[in-house]
């Protein structure tokens, strides 16, 4: 079989209710951030780091995304498009593009915002002959209330006023192969979660690729929302290192 391009699969399908009203009107892939959309900068981010073909899963305002994004040409990519009938997930969709996905190839949130290096990512799942990679970043959570920790005799061990938990979180972003199609059927909604544990049952080890160092911007509700635009700003040459090259 003959190698096929690089793949990434855009999984820009949902409803974006957590930063509603916003995307009533547009959704969530094409809110701009700094000087245009966030799905457009993605596309932009993903050629320079090596992708040659996209797949947009689309769904909700799905001709709007089709409009904006057009066929890839002024990206440098070769853009098709999928429609979710229904909602599927996060990882459903893939069934309806099996015959289009190469042995390895990416996954993404249409509304990821980072500077992850997408060939790196790749390249290591690669390696390390995985089923699935989840690219992974550090995050803190703080609880403003004194939390108390108990035994079974209902006794306090332990008080921590104030504490902050570290978490690994996953992006949004994963490397996959061909085999996640055998853990659902076509037409089947069946999300991340579903396959984390579908494959923690079945032995199959997940990697992950922590880009801690990096950036990664969540901008879930409003008020992420205007936090990212600021850093962005900010920050817009780490995220599109190669602009220069890539404006018209």
Request: net charge negative; with cysteine.
């Amino acid at each position: 079989m003959a190698q096929l391009p690089n793949t990434a699969v855009v999984l820009a399908g949902g409803l974006g209710s957590r930063l509603a009203p916003l995307t009533a009107i547009i959704p969530k892939p094409l809110v701009p951030i700094d000087r245009e959309a966030i799905a457009e900068i993605l596309l932009r981010q993903l050629r320079y780091r090596g992708v040659e073909q996209v797949i947009v899963s689309i769904g909700y305002l799905g001709h709007l995304i089709q409009a904006v994004l057009g066929d890839g040409e002024r990206f440098g990519l070769r853009i098709e498009y999928q429609r979710e009938e229904k909602p599927l997930g996060t990882v459903g969709p893939l069934a309806l593009l099996a015959d289009r996905l190469p042995n390895d190839f990416l996954v993404l949130n249409g509304d990821v915002l980072s500077d992850i290096d997408f060939g790196a990512l790749l390249s290591t799942h690669r390696d390390a002959g995985r089923t699935l990679t989840v690219a992974t970043y550090p995050k803190q959570v703080k609880v403003d209330l004194g939390v108390l920790e108990t035994g079974a005799d209902g006794c306090v061990n332990r008080f921590v006023e104030k504490p902050t938990y570290d978490f690994r979180v996953s992006m949004g972003v994963y490397a996959m192969s061909r085999k996640v199609l055998a853990y659902f059927e076509p037409g089947q909604r069946f999300g991340f979660d579903d396959l984390v544990l579908a494959m923690l049952k079945a032995g199959d080890p997940i990697g992950t690729f922590d880009w801690g160092h990096g950036r990664w911007l969540d901008i879930g509700r409003p008020s992420d929302y205007a936090v990212a635009q600021e850093r962005f700003a900010a920050e817009r040459e780490f995220y599109l290192p190669g602009e220069g090259a890539n404006r018209e």
